[in-house]
Nanobody, 126 residues
Framework: QVPLAESGGGSVQAGGSLSLSCVAS????????MAWFRRAPGKEREFVAA????????LYADSVKGRFIMSRDTTRKIMNLQMNRLQPEDTAVYYC???????????????????WGQGTRVTVSS
């Protein structure tokens, strides 16, 4: 199990940027695949981005591709999500997630992850 804690949420106007961070505890961070999901008001949790353990693959949802950049620092046990050109439809609670058993084909599925942070709220105004 990897305790996770997100930070960096806030309010921004459309076109602005925010950077989210997810700090992991525990000794096995490098063996975990990590992901960001979000839940907008009244909607289901949706995939945003994921990075495979070892960094061999990074996936993005089509809605954020080209605007969001996900990275991880294994030494510091931190995962980041740089969000640029934010739009009102990006408004949501953002969650980081971790799994040491997810395979590449499952990385977009919330059920594939067994550790979750508490979430950080992002609000984008028009």
């Amino acid at each position: 199990q990897v305790p996770l804690a997100e930070s960096g949420g806030g309010s921004v106007q459309a076109g602005g940027s925010l950077s989210l961070s997810c700090v992991a505890s525990g000794r096995s961070f490098s063996t975990y695949s990590m992901a960001w999901f979000r839940r907008a008001p009244g909607k289901e949790r949706e995939f945003v981005a994921a990075i495979r353990r070892g960094g061999s693959a990074t996936l993005y949802a089509d809605s954020v591709k080209g605007r969001f950049i996900m990275s991880r620092d294994t030494t510091r046990k931190i995962m980041n999500l740089q969000m640029n050109r934010l739009q009102p439809e990006d408004t949501a609670v953002y969650y980081c997630a971790a799994s040491n058993s997810v395979i590449l084909s499952q990385m977009r599925a919330p059920d594939a992850y067994h550790d979750w942070g508490q979430g950080t709220r992002v609000t984008v105004s028009s």
